[in-house]
């Protein structure tokens, strides 16, 4: 038996549908609140390159990551809103990444102290307080009081 597969696989992006499904997501946003597009894997193979003007044409101003690669595509494609990373970071990752301003969450102490001596330092990274489904342990606010009595900011 021979399968004649000879299309393989394909993805069509039809960028107006992105642009009008962002449109209407926009439109559900509560007043006061803002959105961040998670565009991590490749804007989820559409292409971080073609998706981020969309995303700035719209108005938004926080997008999502995982990796510093991603970062450095979203800052390459002229992004100059904020970036987030969505998982915690490590040292080696927090250090190469300082050129494509990530704001990271703060995870543990030993990672609140290098945020803190980074944003005493001339280069600067903002942190972020993980939000697990509602809850707040203990070690994670721990976290954000040490970041905070250095002078980090800590959003979340």
Same mark, same amino acid.
């Given at each position: 038996?021979?399968?004649? /597969?000879?299309?393989?696989?394909?993805?069509?992006?039809?960028? @107006?549908?992105?642009?009008? /499904?962002?449109?209407?997501?926009?439109?559900?946003?509560?007043?006061?609140?803002?959105?961040?597009?998670?565009?991590?894997?490749?804007?989820?193979?559409?292409?971080?390159?073609?998706?981020?003007?969309?995303?700035?044409?719209?108005?938004?101003?926080?997008?999502?990551? *995982?990796? $510093?690669?991603?970062?450095?595509?979203?800052?390459?494609?002229?992004? $100059?809103?904020?970036?987030?990373?969505?998982?915690?970071?490590? !040292? @080696?990752?927090? @250090? /190469?990444?300082?050129?494509?301003?990530?704001?990271?969450?703060?995870?543990?102490?030993?990672?609140?102290?290098?945020?803190?001596?980074?944003?005493?330092?001339?280069?600067?990274?903002? *942190?972020?307080? !993980?939000?697990?489904?509602?809850?707040?342990? !203990?070690?994670?606010?721990?976290?954000?009081?040490?970041?905070?009595?250095?002078?980090?900011?800590?959003?979340?």
């Amino acid at each position: 038996m021979t399968v004649d /597969n000879h299309l393989g696989s394909w993805c069509e992006i039809h960028l @107006d549908r992105i642009s009008r /499904n962002l449109k209407l997501t926009l439109g559900l946003v509560p007043s006061g609140r803002r959105l961040c597009a998670v565009l991590k894997a490749d804007a989820y193979g559409h292409g971080i390159k073609q998706v981020v003007p969309l995303m700035q044409a719209q108005g938004v101003r926080c997008i999502g990551i *995982t990796s $510093n690669a991603e970062a450095r595509a979203v800052r390459k494609a002229g992004f $100059n809103g904020t970036i987030i990373r969505r998982r915690a970071a490590t !040292p @080696d990752e927090i @250090d /190469n990444a300082l050129d494509a301003q990530i704001e990271e969450q703060v995870s543990s102490i030993a990672i609140a102290e290098r945020l803190a001596s980074i944003k005493s330092g001339p280069e600067t990274s903002a *942190t972020s307080e !993980p939000v697990k489904a509602g809850f707040i342990w !203990p070690s994670s606010l721990t976290c954000t009081l040490a970041a905070s009595s250095v002078g980090s900011s800590a959003t979340g």
